[in-house]
């Protein structure tokens, strides 16, 4: 098997959310594609495979922590479409048939791709007893994120307490089922982003994650509402750090990024 490490949401190497990927003929069993996720030990691993012509997809794609399979991946799809795009396996638009339905990445001339997602309905709900203690910070406001992202999303103050947050991470998981989205406004729009966020996901074995696809189907409606602009840039401010622009488009959000293969090799067990 082909083995590709992909650093996606981002246009250098180091920099933005490591993928695995596997361009394969078909699925091995979920025990394997499991153990191969712990031995990659990023925050997901993209198992591939080319389905039939005619259909309403072109590949099959699932996705793997190193703990558990998770419903929608933002960071590993946007990889999986580089992989795809880079090497000429497949070319223009390409349909994945996923646990979160047909999602479609698009690749452009200049190396961007952007994914089609479902936007993630948002609801509102008290803020948590204990929540405050266990992210070190008092939100202003707390909203469940729906069965595909599976979050909690907080909004925090200002810019400075997401970047600075060091929260309790056992704490945390009692409190979503995959994790907890932080995030604030830009203290500064010219400097490129319009919000931050920042991600932890305790229950799927990722302390934090360095840029989360995913998050911002939720953050798109999130700041498009209080902001008033569909198109919205957002800056995820952990230690590797990387931008994700954003459209809301009703029910689907488009993600857009970049990504760098910085390691290329096979499996050899």
Do not use: Y
Not at 101 to 106: I, N, Q, R
Request: net charge negative; proline share 7%.
């Amino acid at each position: 098997m082909r083995i590709r490490i992909i650093d996606a949401f981002t246009d250098r190497p180091f920099a933005g959310n490591p993928a695995g990927v596997l361009l394969l003929d078909a699925f091995p069993d979920d025990e394997r594609m499991q153990r191969i996720a712990v031995e990659v030990n990023h925050a997901e691993t993209a198992f591939a495979h080319p389905l039939p012509e005619g259909g309403e997809a072109d590949w099959a794609l699932r996705w793997f922590t190193p703990v558990a399979e998770v419903a929608m991946c933002g960071h590993a799809t946007l990889a999986t479409a580089h992989a795809l795009a880079a090497t000429g396996t497949h070319k223009g638009p390409v349909r994945f048939a996923t646990r979160s339905g047909v999602l479609v990445a698009t690749p452009g001339e200049d190396g961007w791709i952007t994914l089609d997602f479902p936007t993630a309905p948002l609801t509102r709900v008290a803020v948590p007893d204990g929540i405050a203690e266990a992210l070190g910070a008092e939100p202003l406001s707390c909203f469940d994120t729906g069965p595909n992202v599976g979050d909690l999303l907080v909004e925090l103050p200002d810019e400075r307490t997401v970047r600075t947050l060091l929260p309790d991470l056992r704490a945390l998981g009692a409190h979503s089922a995959r994790g907890i989205i932080a995030t604030a406004r830009a203290e500064d729009p010219a400097r490129g982003h319009d919000f931050v966020s920042r991600c932890f996901f305790p229950n799927v074995g990722i302390d934090e994650d360095p840029v989360t696809g995913s998050a911002h189907t939720a953050l798109a409606p999130f700041w498009s509402e209080r902001l008033g602009r569909a198109g919205l840039t957002g800056l995820q401010a952990s230690p590797r750090s990387g931008l994700v622009r954003t459209r809301l488009l009703g029910d689907r959000t488009l993600l857009t990024g970049r990504a760098v293969t910085t390691i290329d090799g096979e499996l050899l067990v």
